[in-house]
């Protein structure tokens, strides 16, 4: 049985990345390690700072240490540090929304991505940049940030929260697909097709986990 070390910076990630480990490969041993304060220390600075590093260090190691067979974060705000993980651990790494980008890409021309924690939209632009420039993809990213559905989300008003994403994606409309930025955004996606049925709305988990099951089998 593979082992699979989840890292969340939220709580409100694990919810969502266990379903969709649940529902398209359930075989796996999944170890959640959450440390919460990340996300805040995180919106506290405009960087990744030395410690911020250091602390990503010590979960990709704890993580190998407890025998895992591949680790994923799913917090999108540290994608230079969990690429350093990667380079350090002997395993499979994957970050957050590495392959729900891969598949923006192949879609092309101008992407929509809504993010409910402000700190990642820099951190996915820049992977998206990477990601479209190796595959001599032409795309533009328009973002969006929407203002409250995190802290809804942590109060425990998940409609409330789902609801404002869904509003908010009102203002991409016009764009070929729409990317959520966030793992706790994924159960929000069923609004946002009902609003904008013409366009293709992609989630992360989903494209996580087969992501893993085709690196680790």
Same mark, same amino acid.
């Given at each position: 049985?593979?082992?699979? @070390? %989840?890292?969340?910076?939220?709580?409100? +990630?694990?919810? &969502?990345? =266990?379903? !969709?480990? !649940?529902?398209?490969?359930?075989?796996?041993? %999944? @170890?959640?390690?959450?440390?919460? /304060?990340? /996300?805040?220390?995180?919106?506290?600075?405009?960087?990744?700072?030395?410690?911020?590093?250091? $602390?990503?260090?010590?979960?990709?190691?704890? /993580?190998?240490?407890? *025998?895992?067979?591949?680790?994923?974060?799913? =917090?999108?705000?540290?994608?230079?540090?969990?690429?350093? @993980?990667?380079?350090?651990?002997?395993?499979?790494?994957?970050?957050?929304?590495?392959?729900?980008?891969?598949?923006? @890409?192949?879609?092309?021309? $101008?992407?929509? #991505? %809504? +993010?409910?924690?402000?700190?990642?939209?820099?951190?996915?632009?820049?992977?998206?940049?990477?990601?479209?420039?190796? +595959?001599?993809?032409?795309?533009?990213?328009?973002?969006?940030?929407? &203002?409250?559905?995190?802290?809804?989300?942590?109060?425990?008003?998940?409609?409330?929260?789902?609801?404002?994403?869904?509003?908010?994606? *009102?203002?991409?409309?016009? =764009?070929?697909?729409?990317?959520?930025?966030?793992?706790? #955004?994924?159960?929000?996606?069923?609004?946002?097709?009902? $609003?904008? &049925?013409?366009?293709?709305?992609?989630?992360?988990? *989903?494209?996580?986990?087969?992501? #893993? $099951?085709?690196?680790?089998?």
């Amino acid at each position: 049985m593979a082992r699979i @070390v %989840l890292i969340h910076a939220t709580p409100a +990630a694990v919810d &969502p990345i =266990c379903a !969709a480990f !649940a529902e398209a490969w359930p075989e796996p041993d %999944l @170890v959640n390690l959450l440390d919460d /304060s990340l /996300s805040r220390d995180r919106a506290l600075t405009p960087e990744l700072t030395d410690a911020i590093y250091g $602390r990503f260090d010590a979960l990709g190691a704890y /993580s190998a240490a407890i *025998g895992a067979d591949g680790i994923l974060f799913t =917090c999108s705000a540290f994608g230079p540090a969990i690429e350093r @993980v990667a380079r350090a651990v002997p395993v499979p790494v994957l970050k957050p929304n590495e392959a729900m980008l891969a598949e923006a @890409v192949a879609i092309g021309g $101008r992407i929509g #991505m %809504l +993010a409910t924690f402000e700190p990642s939209i820099a951190s996915m632009a820049a992977e998206f940049e990477a990601d479209a420039a190796k +595959a001599g993809a032409k795309m533009t990213l328009e973002s969006v940030f929407v &203002p409250g559905a995190m802290a809804a989300l942590l109060a425990g008003k998940r409609d409330h929260h789902d609801a404002l994403v869904a509003q908010a994606a *009102g203002a991409l409309a016009h =764009c070929r697909a729409i990317v959520l930025a966030q793992f706790s #955004m994924a159960p929000a996606a069923s609004r946002l097709r009902e $609003r904008l &049925p013409d366009v293709p709305v992609l989630t992360s988990p *989903g494209s996580a986990v087969a992501a #893993m $099951r085709k690196r680790i089998t």
